[in-house]
């Protein structure tokens, strides 16, 4: 019998009778045998156990905390500290820095006629996004970019 699991989760998918998370830590899919009220993009600190006696589905033990997530492309351009961390990069490098307080801001420096491309990989990446997101505990991923520099911040 599989153990008890607790851990950060995404909501990727729902419907009136059943949930699927994403364990925001390690990739593993759950399907759940009910919804217990969850939406799609939610993050859930949860511990989910395996539905006796086939253990291919699971329920959710205990529901700690629940959090909608937001993706949105700023109209904003970078700040001007983003630009400062990009323009110590090479081109087609990434850098991380914590947020004051909660949170991080991930700069990366594509080539200048790329940036849009890069962007729209970024937003269409929304579960890889918003699974990073669950795990650093914030609530919403703003997108911004400028020709060569892109910010994608995580944020409370």
Known sequence: MTDEKEGTFLVTHVE??????????????????SNPGLAVDD????????DPPMEV?????????????SLERSEEPPTVH???LAADLETGELTREPRA???????????????EEAAGDVLSDREGTLSRAARLGVNRVE????????????LP
């Open 16 to 33: 009136e009778d059943s949930a699927v998370l994403k364990d925001a830590e390690d990739g593993q899919v759950h399907t759940l045998s």
């Open 43 to 50: 993050a859930v600190e949860a511990t989910v156990a395996p």
């Open 57 to 69: 589905t699971y329920r959710v033990i205990e529901l700690e905390e629940r959090r909608s997530l």
């Open 82 to 84: 983003e630009r400062e």
């Open 101 to 115: 307080g909660i949170g991080e801001i991930h700069v990366l420096s594509p080539p200048e006629d790329a940036t």
């Open 143 to 154: 997108v911004r970019a400028e020709p060569g520099v892109l910010s994608v911040r995580y």
